[in-house]
Structures are given as structure tokens and as C-alpha cells.
């Protein structure tokens, strides 16, 4: 049975930093591309961020280039994203979500589209006071 957990949410002032965890279980976590995506409130879900098996590839959405880093240790299972830059309209609850691929692109797969993932975590919750 595959179990994928987040961790790491919390509240934050605007500026702030955090940095959100995710553990997957029941699979072979290496063969996976990993990916974190967001939803607010009232808006749809939103993919931000995606890493390759080995951690050879990575992909961002415009909304968070440059404030956010994705990484992964495969030895712990695990995939990071760490949030710097912190801002109000960050505030959402953020998945992480294994991917069909290994990659986080190729031919008709896109790194936010939310039909090329598998595995889907229960969320965290992420709000950034102004």
C-alpha cells in the first residue's frame, strides 16, 4: 500500500521561509519523478514544482521561479521543497504527489498537469500572514 505524508506547514510572516517535507511509502521511490502542487482557497489546484527520479531535472511554475527549490534524497524516500520569499498568495494547502514518469516532461506530459501523477499525499497547510 503506498502512503505518501507531508510535513512541514505552518504559519509564516510574508518574507519568511519554510520548508516542507514529504515521505512515500510502498514504492520504489527512486523510480518516480516527484512533484508539489498547491491549492487556495477558491482557486484550482495549481502544480509549482517538479524533480525527476535522480534529482537530474527540475521544473517550476513562473509563480514560484526563483523563491522556491525542490530537492530529494532517495536513500530517506524523501522530496523537499524548500520556500524562501514567503508571500500572501502563497498561502494554500500544498500536496506532493508521485509522478507516472520518471521525468518531469517529455512528449504530452507536463510537469503541472495533475493526470500525470499517481500517488497523491493528503496535504499540508501553508498560510503566509501579511
Known amino acids: 500500500q503506498v502512503q505518501v505524508v507531508e510535513s512541514g506547514g505552518g504559519l509564516v510572516q510574508t518574507g519568511g521561509s519554510l520548508r516542507l517535507s514529504c515521505t512515500a511509502s510502498?514504492?520504489?521511490?527512486?523510480?518516480?519523478?516527484m512533484g508539489w502542487f498547491r491549492r487556495a482557497p477558491g482557486k484550482e489546484r495549481e502544480g509549482i514544482s517538479c524533480i525527476a527520479w535522480n534529482g537530474a531535472g527540475t521544473s517550476y511554475a513562473d509563480s514560484v521561479k526563483g523563491r522556491f527549490t525542490i530537492s530529494r534524497d532517495n536513500a530517506k524516500n524523501t522530496v523537499y521543497l524548500q520556500m524562501s520569499s514567503l508571500r500572501p498568495e502563497d498561502t494554500a494547502m500544498y500536496y506532493c504527489?508521485?509522478?507516472?514518469?520518471?521525468?518531469?516532461?517529455?512528449?504530452?506530459?507536463?510537469?503541472?498537469?495533475?493526470?500525470?501523477?499517481?500517488?497523491w499525499g493528503q496535504g499540508t497547510q501553508v498560510t503566509v500572514s501579511s
Open positions: 510502498g514504492l520504489t521511490f527512486g523510480d518516480y519523478g
Open positions: 504527489a508521485a509522478r507516472t514518469w520518471r521525468s518531469c516532461g517529455g512528449a504530452g506530459h507536463s510537469f503541472n498537469d495533475p493526470s500525470d501523477y499517481k500517488y
